[in-house]
């Protein structure tokens, strides 16, 4: 994620259409399949071992947690008007999410077997932290038992815009904000026409990836039906923004749509001179045409542009790169697995024509049913050719191909189609993470949620 203060001053011509200049930003992300990458982004929640509760931003909470990586580690911090909010090491970020959850924002990395070695080093760190502040970290979808009212805000000048635009647009923007963790990851394209195949198979594969991945399955304490609340709260986050987009569907898509569709959305913020200007609601088109109030004299920039970008939340987004967003935080393997499902569809020709296959019967309206169902559904939702499970053996023996015909082995001569066993297991029968929490509830733990810290900790 890059800072707003590093962002490119061009400025955007109001004289030229604006979708063409910014399509030719999305398309300078074209890189040659050699240079292909992957990035991993995942967040826990951090949480006091004695009392179970979210950390404060204090001293002896979420901001010590930043000050003694970066002094461990000589890792530069991220200030907001002075207070760190993030670290950048090298190749690596650290941030903070709303309301504390503790987010590693991974390096570009050439497989699977390396994005291993930097999850393997993160939880160390956590680890050593954890032992000096009394602090554990959870990666789970939702909050198990904290209340909206027990988290502490973050001192970062763009989620005070977000949190006030968000309670005027939908009702769950504030627990999204606050209560929830994601694991995504981010992938390339090669050209305009491999970034549409892309966007449209992992768009369509949301749904499916939310129900494999489902891991909040309580609220306050208790079961509450649904096996993700998070995915269920981006049902009523802002749907100006987030969801999945029809247009990706349809014929022309490319990246001057993209463009377009970026214009019609609200904006959050303008970063000037080291401050969020609050123009939450206002249009993009009318800054570049020098209509904002108070902002009349200020040319849109690209940089401007880029920071937009990281205010939409569609299932997938497009920046230049993909990044897939659909899926809950979980465990070390299933951190492992979301990259690993991605990379085996996106990074193999064959694998992505198989795919593009699978889906192109999926009408728009089918995969916002779809969406819409499994947070509660999961893979039990029928489809007209079976279940959401059947088609989840078929995905990932897709993706199996895939990674088998990338052929990167690590020191045991193993491929990347390691990192699937634990997909592969739930989708021929073995409980997701949520129905696993579930059977400990209502078995072992007696109906004492707070169990779920010590067993979820990283």
Not at 5 to 23: K, N, S, Y
Not at 261 to 284: A, E, N, Q, T
Not at 407 to 412: D, E, G, K, Y
Not at 430 to 448: F, K, M, S
Request: hydrophobic share 40%.
């Amino acid at each position: 994620m890059s800072n707003p203060g590093e962002a490119d001053a061009t400025p955007i011509d109001p004289a030229q259409p604006a979708a063409r200049q910014l399509a030719d930003w999305f398309a300078a992300g074209c890189k040659p399949p050699a240079d292909f990458r992957i990035g991993t982004e995942h967040e826990s929640f951090g949480f006091r071992r004695d009392s179970f509760a979210p950390p404060p931003y204090a001293p002896d909470g979420i901001r010590a947690v930043l000050d003694s990586v970066a002094a461990a580690e000589g890792i530069e911090p991220i200030l907001d008007s002075g207070n760190p909010i993030g670290l950048k090491g090298g190749g690596f970020s650290i941030s903070l999410e709303p309301g504390g959850q503790f987010e590693l924002s991974g390096a570009p990395l050439a497989s699977i077997h390396e994005t291993k070695r930097e999850i393997d080093a993160h939880i160390a760190r956590v680890h050593r932290i954890g032992e000096a502040l009394g602090l554990g970290f959870a990666p789970l979808g939702f909050h198990p038992t904290a209340r909206r009212a027990d988290f502490d805000w973050m001192p970062k000048g763009r989620y005070a815009i977000m949190r006030a635009y968000m309670q005027k647009v939908g009702t769950r923007g504030l627990d999204m904000m606050l209560r929830t963790c994601t694991v995504q990851a981010n992938l390339d394209f090669s050209s305009e026409a491999d970034m549409v195949r892309k966007m449209r198979v992992g768009l369509a594969l949301q749904p499916l990836a939310t129900a494999l991945f489902a891991n909040g399955p309580f609220v306050e304490g208790r079961p509450n039906g649904l096996l993700s609340n998070r995915a269920d709260a981006w049902l009523d986050t802002d749907n100006a923004r987030a969801g999945i987009p029809r247009m990706v569907f349809e014929d022309g898509f490319g990246f001057e749509r993209y463009a377009d569709y970026m214009l019609d959305i609200p904006m959050y913020f303008v970063y000037r001179d080291g401050r969020y200007i609050d123009v939450s609601g206002k249009s993009f088109r009318d800054f570049i045409a020098g209509r904002l109030e108070g902002l009349a004299a200020e040319p849109a920039t690209i940089g401007d542009f880029a920071d937009h970008t990281t205010t939409t939340f569609p299932d997938v987004r497009l920046k230049r790169f993909i990044e897939t967003r659909g899926a809950d935080s979980g465990n070390p393997a299933m951190l492992l697995a979301q990259p690993a499902l991605w990379t085996g569809l996106f990074y193999d020709d064959a694998a992505l024509d198989a795919a593009s296959a699978l889906i192109r019967d999926l009408s728009w309206e089918q995969i916002v049913h779809l969406r819409d169902e499994v947070p509660r559904h999961g893979l039990d939702i029928a489809l007209p050719t079976g279940t959401l499970r059947d088609l989840a053996r078929d995905v990932l023996a897709i993706a199996a191909d895939g990674l088998k015909s990338r052929a990167r082995t690590n020191a045991a001569g193993e491929d990347e189609r390691i990192y699937l066993a634990p997909l592969e297991a739930i989708a021929h029968g073995a409980p997701t993470q949520a129905e696993h929490w579930l059977g400990r509830y209502h078995g072992a733990w007696h109906g004492d949620a707070t169990r779920i810290f010590a067993e979820a900790a990283l």
